[in-house]
């Protein structure tokens, strides 16, 4: 029995902080500029989503309005908050009612830790792009500390990540997020490293191929030397935000299979990203040179 079949994804936080947006961008093609025709969530939106082929992820969507809130932390409390494997608490980085905010999401952690004491939380302080980049880091950091102090018996396992729909953050948090719920990751993560060993990979990230989130990535001594440690989750969101604008431009609202490969060859490194099985893409980084990248792909 594994966590993602069994226990429930909720997705809660105030009314407008960004949660539903969030959800379609990952796991139904919308691009960030579509979200705003979005209307409030009414009570829970429920849906099973089909990921990694055989697991399926049970997202609610927890409308935050506060009568809806009110009825999750009372009549709904046992229905909602049994079973959970993950709670994200999504936090709009330019509320004015901060202090407020944390009370609500005390409640709801402490119904979390009376239902499901061995849940995963991660918290979202969303809207980054909002804040000025000079004072992203401090801001995010700020807001951590608070929300730590708040989080009662889920403070030391508490995850926080500053998020934008309009960045790359957003894939980075939920590349985390699912990461947290895939079982058997060590074995994949084996057989990532024999394929490291077979080649002269100096990075390997697997992706999932519908919402294209990096669910695991090794990487080897000369690998850490590398430039750009965000390259994943720009990839993630260069592709999703190209898959979406595929669908809209074919009206396919599952968005069509994206079956291209791709093998960059650059003066410094090769690339490669090419489908690994039926649900998952992979993206190797090598030394530059023909030969590497020839091999590489053999195997
Ligand atoms: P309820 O369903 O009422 O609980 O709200 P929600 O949390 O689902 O909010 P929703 O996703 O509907 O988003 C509200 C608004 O926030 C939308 O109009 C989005 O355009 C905007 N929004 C979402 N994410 C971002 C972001 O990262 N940055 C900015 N600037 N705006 C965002
Ligand atoms: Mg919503």
Redesign the pocket.
């Known amino acids: 029995l594994n966590k993602m079949e069994k226990k429930k994804v909720l997705l809660m936080?105030?009314?407008?902080?960004?949660?539903?947006?969030?959800r379609n961008i990952i796991f139904s093609n919308y691009r960030a500029k579509d979200?705003?025709r979005?209307g409030?969530?009414i009570d829970v939106e429920h849906s099973n989503i089909k990921f990694l082929g055989n697991l399926t992820l049970n997202l609610w969507?927890c409308?935050?309005?506060d009568a809806f809130t009110g009825t999750y932390l009372t009549t709904q409390k046992s229905h909602v908050f049994s079973n959970v494997g993950v709670l994200i608490y999504?936090f709009d980085v330019e509320s004015r009612s901060f202090d407020r905010d944390l009370a609500t999401y005390t409640s709801i952690t402490n119904a979390l830790a009376e239902f499901s004491p061995s849940a995963d939380v991660f918290a979202l302080v969303?809207?980054?792009?909002?804040v000025n980049p000079e004072f992203r880091v401090k801001v995010v950091a700020n807001r951590e500390a608070a929300i730590q102090e708040a989080s009662g018996p889920f403070a030391k396992s508490l995850k926080v990540f500053g998020?934008?729909?309009?960045d790359q953050s957003l894939y980075k948090a939920w590349g985390s997020i699912v990461n947290s719920l895939i079982p058997n990751l060590d074995v994949m993560e084996r057989y990532l490293w024999g394929l490291m060993g077979e080649t002269k990979a100096e990075e390997i990230t697997l992706f999932e191929k519908a919402t294209f989130l990096a669910v695991m990535k090794v990487t080897s001594e000369i690998g850490k030397k590398n430039p750009y440690p965000d390259r994943d989750e720009k990839m993630s969101n260069i592709i999703k935000t190209f898959k979406a604008s595929l669908a809209k431009f074919t009206g396919d609202t599952a968005g069509p299979d994206f079956c291209e490969k791709f093998c960059i060859s650059a003066p410094k490194f090769a690339l490669i990203i090419e489908e690994l099985t039926k649900n998952t893409y992979v993206m190797v980084v090598l030394p530059p040179g023909e030969a590497e990248a020839n091999c590489a792909r053999l195997n």
Do not use: Y
């Open positions: 936080g105030k009314s407008g902080s960004g949660k539903s947006s969030m979200v705003r979005l409030a969530t969507d409308g935050g309005q999504v969303h809207k980054i792009d909002l998020t934008s729909i309009w």
